[in-house]
């Protein structure tokens, strides 16, 4: 079966029956449509997104793409503003437009869940084959040398002047013409992303896939089935068009965690720990202006990273920070200029002479999703004052690697912007406070809001994924981590996805 597009004019959006529904399609979603079906479900998959591929449909034109690309079209904020919120709304989710760096779970924090929060079936040994298998989707490998553009080579010319360790990053690009435009989609086709991987074997499988259909919320049916309510949107997924039903004997949800939260929410499932422990791991961009011509704009976007203060402890988790490499498209760099009028226009007009990166500080899933009044949704995320001076200090080593490669200043996107012109000047770094409404905060990487957790008091899912108290209802997104899981989600949330899938196949053949 092809994929069904709900806002197609004449596609008829009739009820539909399947064994096992899948919300969302992103790294989560289409991993376990695809396990589920080739273990021979009858999988029906419903995203609300479009379906994106190929040069006439990803155009790199950043308004257009950001449009469709994103949820709540790029907008999507924390409560206080200080934090962009940006996920996938499209077949294939956040993979269609990250950046490609694979950076599995490292052992360790397998071991803090399996020690801390007691779940025995994550330990490092028995997730081992499910690593093998998301990096095996993922076709990763390392980011050949010759790919590392000049950006990225700037940050690694300055951490290796001040003898810190980095290394370049792992991808999933297979067959990348360093067109620059990760960020808003491939047009090439080279990212081995759910959209190019998992969608098309889910659908070989015989999965069922439905785009521009939104979830609302799960009813309950006779004899453990379950009725989801499902609207139909039109093709740029503006307006609700129409409102079907689906029948099904399960629900698997993975719309990520802020769609996964809303969809329990609206269905009364969840229990207390609904919307808490949420992680969203904020970047702090750090931007350099060199002598030199960058055209940071060319090439594979990130490929190195300092690494030389990133931790995996016993106690915690990850912790520490890491430095990355990075730029956007015109558009997302205009989104983080704080100087406005013809200030705001010289430092754009610059940017061919731009370096950046960004720093990467895990952070405790202090967030929480709430919904204050009724429809309303809001995502309450107040930076703690550890994280503060650990970004702070991330941030002075970037300025110290960018000053050490020649720039000649260094700043950090804040209003007013903090400018360094030499290392004698990086005490003005006391000065940033991440105050609301000073700073751009950018978060790729949400996480929690449906934690596992081996009791129902302590979450939302028992370590199998079911909601606890809500039989035949699953979690298979970001969502279920009961901390934050790597630097980058994207490989540990494809792990946990094919292990998630393999044990239901078991379970549910029992
Ligand atoms: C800009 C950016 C760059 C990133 N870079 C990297 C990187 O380089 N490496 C890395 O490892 N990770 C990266 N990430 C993170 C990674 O891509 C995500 O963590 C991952 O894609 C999330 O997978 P998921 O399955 O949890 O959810 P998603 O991929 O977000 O999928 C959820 C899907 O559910 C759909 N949905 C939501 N609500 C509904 C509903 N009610 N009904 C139907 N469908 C619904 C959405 O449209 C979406 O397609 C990046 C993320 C972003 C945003
Ligand atoms: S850099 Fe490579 S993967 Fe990224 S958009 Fe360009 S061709 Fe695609």
């Known amino acids: 079966m092809a994929i069904v597009d709900c806002s197609t004019p004449g596609q008829a959006k009739d009820d539909l029956r399947c064994d096992v529904a899948v919300v969302g399609s992103g790294c989560g979603g289409a991993t376990a449509a695809r396990v589920l079906a080739e273990g021979g479900r009858d999988v029906l998959v419903l995203e609300e997104g479009g379906d994106y591929v190929g040069p006439e449909r990803l155009t790199q034109r950043d308004l257009p793409m950001y449009d469709q690309l994103y949820a709540d079209r790029g907008s999507r904020t924390n409560a206080d503003r200080t934090i962009s919120v940006l996920s996938g709304r499209v077949l294939g989710g956040g993979g269609v437009i990250n950046a490609c760096d694979v950076v599995p779970v490292h052992p360790q924090t397998w071991r803090y869940w399996q ?11 028995a997730m081992a084959p499910f690593v093998a298998k998301a990096l095996h989707d993922l076709e990763a490998s390392p980011i050949p040398e010759s790919m590392v553009n000049r950006n990225n080579q700037i940050l690694r010319e300055g951490a290796g002047a001040l003898g810190l360790a980095g290394e370049v990053m792992h991808h999933n690009r297979v067959g990348c013409l360093g067109l620059g435009t990760c960020l808003i989609g491939c047009p090439a086709g080279a990212k081995r992303n759910p959209r190019m991987v998992a969608v098309p074997k889910a659908l070989e499988a015989g999965a069922r896939v439905v785009v521009r259909a939104r979830v609302v919320s799960i009813q309950p049916g006779k004899d453990g089935e379950k ?120 430092a754009m007009a610059a940017l061919p002479h731009v370096a950046a990166c960004l720093v990467l500080v895990p952070d405790d899933p202090v967030g929480q999703i709430t919904f204050p009044w009724s429809g309303g949704r809001r995502i309450d995320y107040t930076l703690a004052d550890e994280w503060k001076s650990r970004a702070r200090e991330a941030v002075r080593t970037a300025m110290r690697c960018y000053l050490a490669a020649g720039a000649t200043e260094v700043l950090v996107a804040c209003a007013p912007p903090i400018v360094v012109r030499s290392e004698r000047e990086l005490g003005l770094l006391d000065g940033l406070s991440f105050a609301p409404a000073t700073i751009g905060l950018i978060s790729a990487h949400q996480q929690g809001g449906t934690r596992v957790a081996v009791r129902a008091e302590r979450g939302v899912c028992a370590p199998d994924g079911q909601v606890w108290g809500a039989a035949g209802v699953y979690v298979c997104d970001g969502g279920v981590f009961p901390s934050t899981s790597s630097t980058h989600t994207m490989a540990p949330i494809l792990t946990v996805a094919h292990a998630l899938a393999a044990g239901w196949l078991s379970a549910w053949r029992a």
């Open 227 to 346: 009725t989801l309510l499902v609207r139909a949107l039109d093709a740029k997924g503006y307006r609700e068009t129409a409102t079907f039903r689906v029948r099904c004997k399960r629900v698997v949800l993975a719309a990520g965690p802020v769609g996964t939260v809303s969809i329990l929410r609206a269905s009364g499932l969840g229990g207390a720990w609904l919307g808490r422990g949420l992680s969203l791991q904020p970047q702090v961009a750090v931007v350099a202006r060199m002598k030199e011509r960058v055209n940071a704009f060319d090439g594979i976007p990130q490929s190195y990273a300092v690494t030389a203060f990133e931790r995996n402890d016993a106690a915690r988790g990850l912790h520490g920070y890491r430095i990355e490499g990075i730029f956007g498209t015109p558009g997302i760099l205009g989104s983080l200029v704080t100087q406005a009028g013809i200030a705001g226009k010289q």
């Open 115 to 125: 020690n801390v929060h007691g779940l025995a079936d994550w330990s490092p040994e």
